[in-house]
């Protein structure tokens, strides 16, 4: 199966851009970005889909798959308008 999770790595990644991982069991929300990602373990060269394979809940007692997605806060923007 392919999409963007696929078709990016790590090293693709701007240095601001954040990834959103929610547990699929317990739905603990967790964010991270490229620098973390790579901090202990240069993990630049791997997909996103490989990262969201690894990826496993922290909380205690928990360890669930993650569900991994892109954090676009610079695209929101609040409804201005009205009936006309």
């Known amino acids: ?8 790595k790590v090293s693709d990644l701007s240095d601001k851009q954040q990834l959103e991982l929610i547990c699929r069991q317990c739905n603990r929300l967790a964010y991270t970005n ?15 889909d490989e990262i969201e394979k690894r990826a496993r809940c922290k909380a205690r007692g928990c360890g669930g798959l993650m569900r991994l997605s892109m954090v676009r806060l610079d695209e929101l923007s609040g409804f201005v308008g009205g009936m006309a």
């Open 1 to 8: 199966m392919s999409g963007w999770k696929t078709s990016y």
């Open 34 to 48: 490229k620098s973390m990602l790579c901090e202990k373990i240069d993990r630049s060269h791997l997909y996103l």
